[in-house]
């Protein structure tokens, strides 16, 4: 597999890449993705189309959540 930069990329971009592996490897493989996506700033990594839920830590300009962020960083 090809080393990338996807530093600051939205986890949906690591899907082509995704493919090819998939389509290149054996009958037996094991993938595994690192999605960034599971990391703050979660709004980083999708679009703001998708976003349904609100407010967002972006929304509130929260960068670093506390136990009192609970919804917006669920929302997130």
Do not use: W
């Not at 999605?35 to 929260?62: N, Q």
């Amino acid at each position: 597999m090809d080393a990338q930069d996807f530093h600051m990329r939205t986890d949906a971009s690591l899907l082509p890449m995704f493919s090819s592996c998939v389509h290149r490897g054996g009958p037996r493989q094991f993938a595994v993705l690192h999605m960034h996506g599971s990391h703050i700033p979660y709004e980083d990594r999708y679009e703001a189309a998708p976003r349904v839920f609100t407010p967002t830590m972006l929304d509130l300009g929260i960068e670093t959540p506390r136990a009192s962020d609970k919804a917006a960083t669920i929302n997130s």
